[in-house]
């Protein structure tokens, strides 16, 4: 019986250093070896916020081997593109489904803000890569 293909999911925000970043990485944990995950910037910060590493870290997740992509960087088509807060700065990606997360960026929020919104994250990368 053939392997089915790997889920391509590609998550989006303006600087890709928070909540992209932080959803690659859950579609890394939660999909393992049947998604391959990427995140990139409309205007990336080129750097991982350090609390993202830190709230990540929390759940045994390195962040500080990500790095901040542009969109530039990133080719080919997608099964999924999550667009997290970047409206109109975030350009069409080729994909076969696309999500809009109304997603608060979390890095002015106090710890327990921005656990919040890497819990729904988690949350909603799960209920994701499910339907994918």
Known sequence: ???????????????NSNRSQ??????RMHGGDAV?????G??????INPKAARFMGELGY?????AS?????VTGEFDAV????????CPWVPAKRREDWALPDPKDLDDDGYRAVRDEISR???ALLASL
Not at 36 to 40: D, I, K, M, P, Q
């Open 42 to 47: 409309s205007k990336p910060s080129g750097r």
């Open 1 to 15: 019986m053939a392997t089915p293909a790997r889920k391509r999911v590609l998550f989006v925000c303006i600087e």
């Open 22 to 27: 932080m959803a690659e990485a859950f579609a």
């Open 124 to 126: 909603r990368v799960r």
């Open 69 to 73: 992509k542009s969109l530039a960087d």
């Open 82 to 89: 999550v667009t997290m807060g970047c409206g109109d700065d």
């Open 36 to 40: 391959e995950a990427l995140s990139a």
């Open 62 to 66: 390195d962040l500080t081997a990500h």
